[in-house]
């Protein structure tokens, strides 16, 4: 019957999860918990410079700007992003692009070529659900979805670029080119994007934001790096991305998730964030204990609200 299979909308996040541990995912998308963190500087932070820098896009596409008021961010806060986005305009006061679009989100359907049950490629549409002639079975095409910061075209070549942005502190590593060689996020942002727009990107500009040192001493600095896929690449990680989309799925219907025990720390101590709920000896914590140390997640992508 169709409705066997059930269509995912699946992200880069929930990708990310479920790659590291099925259950995480299962805490985070179905249970819907993350952890009250104590210090939120860092993503107050980053979700401020987002707002200032969409702001300059959006002026510079002469459209009226959105973040005028800082939202409640601390005083001290507002004043180092007033003094980063400062430093980042008088880093960058032209900009080699024209802006096309800001903050779109976007969903794409995972298309399959091959049935995912017997690789069959005599697929159709079949009472309004994918189906597969050689062995009579209904299966799902999954929804990739995600937000771009910007899509920019450049000046010069006329060509069409992701602007992705993101700060970090100054000792982190995480947007070092290196880090970001083979992520998946790359390949499967080039891909929708070419999806949308009907023509081929370039690739992401990779618009990097190192934060001032803690005490002040080091100003903000900033970098760009080109991150280009091919297409081989690109669809190895659609192909990637449907079969997670497939395993959650499965997992949803019979009800298990299971544990990657070998990911609950790492060698340097770090935790997971669901750690504390999978290591008690009588099994999960009280709902009064979960209350304390966890809340209902935010919804971050604007499709999902």
Same mark, same amino acid.
């Not at 699946?10 to 099925?22: E, H, K, L, R």
């Not at 750690?275 to 008690?280: A, S």
């Given at each position: 019957?169709?409705?066997?299979?059930? /269509? %995912?909308?699946?992200? =880069?996040?929930?990708?990310? !999860?479920?790659?590291?541990?099925?259950?995480?995912?299962? *805490?985070?998308?179905?249970? =819907? %918990?993350?952890?009250?963190?104590?210090?939120?500087? &860092? %993503?107050?932070?980053g979700t401020r410079m987002h707002q200032l820098l969409e702001d300059r896009h959006l002026d510079q596409q002469g459209l009226p700007q959105r973040w005028v008021d800082s939202g409640g961010l601390t005083s001290e806060l507002e004043a180092e992003a007033q003094l980063t986005f400062e430093a980042y305009c008088a880093y960058y006061p032209e900009e080699p692009w024209d802006v096309v679009a800001v903050e779109q989100y976007f969903e794409v359907p995972l298309l399959r070529e091959q049935c995912p049950h017997c690789q069959s490629r005599r697929l159709?549409?079949?009472? *309004?659900?994918?189906?597969?002639?050689?062995?009579?079975?209904?299966? !799902?095409?999954?929804?990739? =979805?995600?937000?771009?910061? !910007? +899509?920019?075209?450049?000046?010069? &070549?006329?060509? %069409?670029? +992701?602007? *992705? /942005?993101? /700060?970090?502190?100054? &000792?982190?590593?995480? =947007? &070092?080119?290196?880090?970001?060689?083979?992520?998946?996020?790359?390949?499967?942002?080039?891909?929708?994007? *070419?999806k949308i727009y009907g023509e081929e990107f370039e690739g992401i500009i990779l618009n990097v934001i190192s934060r001032q040192s803690p005490k002040g001493n080091c100003a903000p600095c900033f970098r760009r790096d080109t991150l280009h896929r091919t297409k081989a690449q690109q669809l190895d990680a659609v192909k990637n991305i449907i079969w997670v989309a497939d395993q959650i799925e499965a997992m949803q219907r019979i009800g298990f998730f299971p544990s990657n025990r070998n990911n609950c720390v790492t060698g340097y101590g770090w935790k997971c964030d669901f750690h504390d709920l999978h290591v008690t000896p009588e099994g999960r914590p009280s709902d009064e204990l979960i209350q304390i140390r966890f809340k209902q997640a935010e919804q971050y992508l604007a499709g999902d609200l």
């Amino acid at each position: 019957m169709p409705g066997r299979w059930k /269509t %995912l909308k699946i992200d =880069n996040s929930q990708m990310q !999860a479920f790659w590291y541990c099925p259950q995480k995912w299962e *805490e985070r998308y179905v249970n =819907n %918990l993350e952890p009250r963190v104590r210090d939120t500087s &860092s %993503l107050e932070f980053g979700t401020r410079m987002h707002q200032l820098l969409e702001d300059r896009h959006l002026d510079q596409q002469g459209l009226p700007q959105r973040w005028v008021d800082s939202g409640g961010l601390t005083s001290e806060l507002e004043a180092e992003a007033q003094l980063t986005f400062e430093a980042y305009c008088a880093y960058y006061p032209e900009e080699p692009w024209d802006v096309v679009a800001v903050e779109q989100y976007f969903e794409v359907p995972l298309l399959r070529e091959q049935c995912p049950h017997c690789q069959s490629r005599r697929l159709g549409v079949f009472e *309004e659900s994918p189906y597969c002639f050689e062995c009579e079975q209904w299966f !799902a095409d999954h929804i990739y =979805n995600g937000e771009f910061d !910007a +899509i920019v075209r450049m000046k010069d &070549s006329g060509r %069409l670029y +992701i602007l *992705e /942005t993101k /700060t970090e502190s100054r &000792s982190s590593k995480s =947007n &070092s080119p290196e880090a970001w060689i083979s992520r998946s996020q790359v390949g499967l942002y080039q891909w929708a994007a *070419e999806k949308i727009y009907g023509e081929e990107f370039e690739g992401i500009i990779l618009n990097v934001i190192s934060r001032q040192s803690p005490k002040g001493n080091c100003a903000p600095c900033f970098r760009r790096d080109t991150l280009h896929r091919t297409k081989a690449q690109q669809l190895d990680a659609v192909k990637n991305i449907i079969w997670v989309a497939d395993q959650i799925e499965a997992m949803q219907r019979i009800g298990f998730f299971p544990s990657n025990r070998n990911n609950c720390v790492t060698g340097y101590g770090w935790k997971c964030d669901f750690h504390d709920l999978h290591v008690t000896p009588e099994g999960r914590p009280s709902d009064e204990l979960i209350q304390i140390r966890f809340k209902q997640a935010e919804q971050y992508l604007a499709g999902d609200l």
